[in-house]
């Protein structure tokens, strides 16, 4: 990917020094606040951080074979798959490089449209929710 004029190295040392001058501010943020904490408040939040690592669960068994992944999850507000949907169109500003637009379904449901049968968000998109939800225990 090049910015105007062929420039790529200067597009992206641009955002780089961006990205690198953000996160010297969040390391000395984080220097001062750890180094300002008496050791009273450090045993509190090591019984806190204790207790949550305790109870967290990084894995719960779920029956994926038992989830349609075409149909996806059976939920109100959800569309089925090749259903027409009326809306109506905003003409908000998109960012992006893939083709999509805004509408309205009412009352108040505004969503994102994206289209094109080249348009590999689409897909991808599709592909990620489903594999998450068929992780999801219920």
Same mark, same amino acid.
């Given at each position: 990917?090049?910015?105007?004029?062929?420039?790529?190295?200067?597009?992206?040392?641009?955002?780089?020094?961006?990205?690198?001058?953000?996160?010297?501010?969040?390391? *000395?943020?984080?220097?001062?606040?750890?180094?300002?904490?008496?050791?009273?408040?450090?045993?509190?939040?090591?019984?806190? /951080?204790?207790?949550?690592? /305790?109870?967290?669960? *990084?894995?719960?068994?779920?029956?994926?074979?038992?989830?349609?992944?075409?149909?996806?999850?059976?939920?109100?507000?959800?569309?089925?798959?090749?259903?027409?949907?009326?809306?109506?169109? /905003?003409?908000?500003? *998109?960012?992006?490089?893939?083709?999509?637009?805004?509408?309205?379904?009412?009352?108040?449901?505004?969503?994102? *449209?994206?289209?094109? /049968?080249?348009?590999?968000?689409?897909?991808?998109?599709?592909?990620?929710?489903?594999?998450?939800?068929?992780?999801?225990?219920?």
């Amino acid at each position: 990917m090049t910015a105007a004029g062929g420039r790529s190295g200067e597009f992206f040392a641009a955002e780089w020094g961006v990205i690198r001058s953000s996160s010297l501010v969040v390391v *000395v943020t984080t220097v001062i606040a750890v180094t300002s904490v008496d050791a009273a408040t450090d045993d509190v939040k090591l019984a806190v /951080r204790v207790e949550a690592i /305790r109870r967290a669960q *990084v894995w719960t068994p779920t029956d994926i074979s038992s989830k349609d992944l075409v149909a996806g999850p059976d939920r109100k507000d959800g569309f089925a798959a090749g259903e027409t949907i009326s809306c109506d169109y /905003r003409g908000k500003k *998109v960012t992006g490089r893939s083709p999509k637009f805004f509408c309205v379904i009412p009352p108040d449901d505004e969503i994102k *449209v994206k289209y094109g /049968r080249d348009n590999g968000e689409v897909y991808g998109e599709v592909a990620a929710t489903r594999l998450l939800w068929s992780l999801l225990r219920g």
